[in-house]
């Protein structure tokens, strides 16, 4: 018999909410990272992720989104701390322009709550914000920041607790399929399981490489600043954002959480890279390219530099997800690619893939992110 039901290969966002639902449905579960606990060289680092409801990208997100909230309620009770705050989100840009439209498309389409304010309108109730004429904002109540390290440790404690095994600085080598189910082999030990989920975040590309599925590594740098002005920051008084500022080019922000000065990032950076390869300096170039979105659209929030940091997102071809079994080994589920946007996700995603895991289906919609849309052109 296998040493354990389930090994979780990377404990980050998603394998530690992974981790988490198989504990706590009685599996036997082992749990597989080569880093230490909630560390700063993956996708998952920064202190801050937005996660909102009414999804631009696309409405198919939005039931997962709902059973996410949930998912993350349900944890803060169990671990007793906070690990999100609801500031309320603005979706800024062009009214024809990809943001506001899908935001208003999945808003419309689930009749979630939401107000279109114009030009003049968003300028009277945040006046942070220097917008033309031209620019509208969808106001979203129910969006807010999650803090990334806390929710990753919470679901590890969890996780643990419930019986999980979970080993840290412990790189899985290799990995191979033995009778029904699969042998993984670490630094330190040779473990069998019936099932082997892989949450590799950026490392997990080359074995999609190999099927033709082109992930892509990108570099992304946060900046945190000190506003110019005390007070106008804070989460009572400006929300969490995303602002397409030129077509299809967005960057997105956050008011000053836990004492922090405001964290600003572009969404897309284009500066491909691999886990060895990422630059991790920022260069003077990088900052003044910031400072000027910032002198520009919020001019109130270009004070002191205070801090920057770099992460990666892996990126599919069409930026959705790819969360489905191995295409050669049906004890082998792959949940990758989350190109951006996958944290706020986490907790249902560990869900999914517990189900997948256990009975070979979910009661989630997943078709977006299977791998047979990559069998045709994209
Ligand atoms: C700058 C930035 C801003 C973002 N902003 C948002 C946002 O506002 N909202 C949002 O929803 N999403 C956001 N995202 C995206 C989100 O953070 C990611 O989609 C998500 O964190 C990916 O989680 P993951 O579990 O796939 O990867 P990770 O959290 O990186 O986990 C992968 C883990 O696998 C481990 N691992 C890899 N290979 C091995 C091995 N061989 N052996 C053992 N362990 C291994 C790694 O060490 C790592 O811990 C952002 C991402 C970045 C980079």
């Given at each position: 018999m296998a040493q354990f039901d389930v090994v979780v290969l990377g404990l980050g966002a998603m394998g530690s909410a992974t981790a988490y639902h198989l504990a706590r449905r009685?599996?036997?579960?082992?749990?597989?990272e080569q880093f230490t606990p909630a560390h700063d060289r993956g996708a998952s680092h920064g202190h801050s992720r937005i996660i909102r409801e009414a999804y631009f990208e696309d409405p198919r997100y939005v039931p997962l989104l709902?059973?996410?909230?949930?998912?993350?309620?349900?944890?803060?009770?169990?671990?007793?701390?906070?690990l999100l705050v609801l500031t309320g989100g603005l979706m800024i840009g062009p009214d024809g322009g990809e943001l506001v439209q899908g935001t208003l498309a999945s808003a419309r389409q689930h009749h979630l709550p939401y107000e279109l304010l114009s030009s003049a309108d968003l300028k009277?109730?945040?006046?942070?914000?220097?917008?033309?004429?031209?620019?509208?904002?969808?106001?979203?109540?129910?969006?807010?920041?999650l803090f990334p390290e806390d929710c990753i440790r919470a679901h590890l404690t969890?996780?643990?607790?419930?019986?999980?095994?979970?080993?840290?600085?412990?790189?899985?080598?290799?990995?191979?399929v033995l009778g029904d189910g699969v042998e993984v082999t670490t630094s330190r030990g040779t473990y069998t399981?019936?099932?082997?989920?892989?949450?590799?975040?950026?490392?997990?590309?080359?074995?999609?490489?190999?099927?033709?599925?082109?992930?892509?590594?990108?570099?992304?740098?946060?900046?945190?600043?000190?506003?110019?002005?005390?007070?106008?920051?804070t989460p009572d008084r400006f929300p969490i954002y995303i602002y397409e500022y030129t077509q299809g080019r967005f960057f997105y922000g956050f008011p000053a959480l836990r004492g922090e000065g405001v964290k600003i990032a572009h969404h897309h950076s284009g500066d491909l890279c691999t886990p060895e390869t990422i630059k991790r300096e920022v260069s003077e170039d990088e900052i003044q390219r910031i400072r000027a979105l910032l002198a520009r659209h919020i001019p109130d929030a270009n004070g002191e530099l205070l801090h920057t940091a770099t992460c990666m997102y892996?990126?599919?071809?069409?930026?959705?997800?790819?969360?489905?079994?191995?295409?050669?080994?049906?004890?082998?589920t792959i949940a990758c690619g989350f190109s951006g946007h996958g944290f706020k996700f986490s907790s249902v995603v560990g869900e999914i893939l517990a189900e997948l895991a256990e009975y070979d289906h979910t009661r989630h919609d997943?078709?977006?992110?299977?791998l047979a849309r990559f069998a045709s052109p994209v």
């Open positions: 009685g599996r036997r579960v082992l749990g597989l709902q059973r996410a909230y949930e998912l993350w309620d349900a944890l803060q009770q169990q671990a007793g701390s906070r009277h109730r945040f006046p942070q914000f220097a917008t033309d004429e031209s620019t509208v904002a969808v106001w979203e109540r129910r969006a807010g920041a969890q996780a643990a607790r419930a019986g999980a095994i979970l080993h840290f600085e412990e790189p899985v080598q290799r990995w191979r399981a019936g099932h082997l989920i892989i949450t590799a975040g950026p490392w997990a590309g080359q074995m999609l490489q190999q099927r033709g599925v082109p992930l892509e590594v990108e570099r992304n740098v946060m900046y945190w600043f000190r506003p110019r002005q005390d007070g106008l920051f892996t990126n599919t071809p069409d930026y959705h997800f790819i969360i489905d079994r191995h295409p050669d080994h049906s004890a082998v997943i078709d977006l992110f299977s």
